[in-house]
């Protein structure tokens, strides 16, 4: 494999999208900015990246990726494989953590120098990092995501543009409740393997439950728009945001899919995903 493709893949790339629209609608909601949304996205990017090459050390050490019985290579990632095939050195891996981190920490030095922008900063590396280290091994993996993909990463770019209130952190919780279910859904294609036997996350006690995975999918669905109405309700977002309706006929075939032909459906549950968040922000901003 080519060193410059398999470096791609262990940053696992796909995650950037959701990024992208997960800044812009926390910038959005606060006052666009050109120069604010890019910022953000650039500095969650390189800490989630940092995070991803981490996460590759720290399961390829532990023995959590292997080429057999490990972790799977899923639809949309083989980041798992990168070290156990040879794709690239733990070396080439290390360095890769530790440069992305120093260059997004550089980075810091143009955010507005305020409390909530460094802690969201802060916390957003500590799940990045917390994941390997502790989270995942104790089945916790959707805290890391509900609180780093979600909440941190929408919380810190609405922070760049004015101090976080109810409004950056409804968005956040929403987003990170979004990052925390589609993860279990994410987890569903590990269960069986001797991946499963280390972790005993959600997925794997939903699992041998007899839940069928469209159980978990409508839950997210209907707690997702629960959630937004409440802080519509409230006042906390605005009536726009619920341009996010329109995804619900993509959600119904989501859940068929992930009963009958799951990585269709993962893939489906990703999309619908990085959409709530788009077309949230499209209201917001148009």
């Known amino acids: 494999m080519n060193k410059v493709k398999a470096w791609i893949i262990a940053a696992r790339p796909f995650a950037y999208p959701w990024i992208l629209v ?95 922008v460094y802690g969201l900063f802060v916390l957003g590396v500590f799940c990045a990092f917390a994941y390997s280290l502790f989270l995942k091994p104790r089945g916790l993996g959707e805290v890391g995501l509900f609180l780093g993909h979600g909440f941190a990463t929408t919380s810190f770019a609405y922070a760049l543009v004015k101090p976080l209130d109810y409004t950056g952190v409804s968005a956040g919780v929403l987003l990170g409740f979004w990052a925390g279910m589609v993860y279990t859904v994410d987890q569903w294609q590990d269960v069986e393997t001797d991946f499963a036997k280390r972790v005993k996350n959600l997925a794997y006690l939903m699992f041998k439950a007899n839940f069928r995975v469209s159980t978990l999918w409508f839950f997210l669905i209907t707690g997702a728009f629960t959630l937004q109405f409440g802080f519509i309700l409230l006042g906390l977002l605005p009536v726009r945001t619920l341009l996010s309706l329109f995804i619900l006929p993509l959600s119904h075939v989501t859940a068929i899919l992930l009963d009958y032909h799951f990585e269709k459906g993962v893939l489906l549950a990703l999309l619908s995903m990085w959409l709530f968040a788009l077309l949230m922000a499209i209201g917001v901003l148009v």
Do not use: C
Request: net charge positive.
């Open 22 to 116: 997960n800044t812009l609608l926390g910038v959005g909601l606060a006052g666009f900015s050109v120069y604010a949304w890019l910022l953000a996205f650039v500095i969650v990017t390189l800490v989630l990246t940092a995070g991803h090459f981490y996460n590759a050390w720290v399961d390829y050490v532990r023995g959590l990726d292997k080429v057999e019985e490990g972790s799977k290579a899923k639809p949309y990632t083989a980041g798992s494989q990168v070290l156990p095939r040879g794709w690239l050195s733990l070396r080439t891996v290390k360095i890769s953590t530790f440069v992305l981190l120093i260059i997004a920490m550089i980075l810091m030095l143009f955010v507005p120098v305020r409390f909530d």
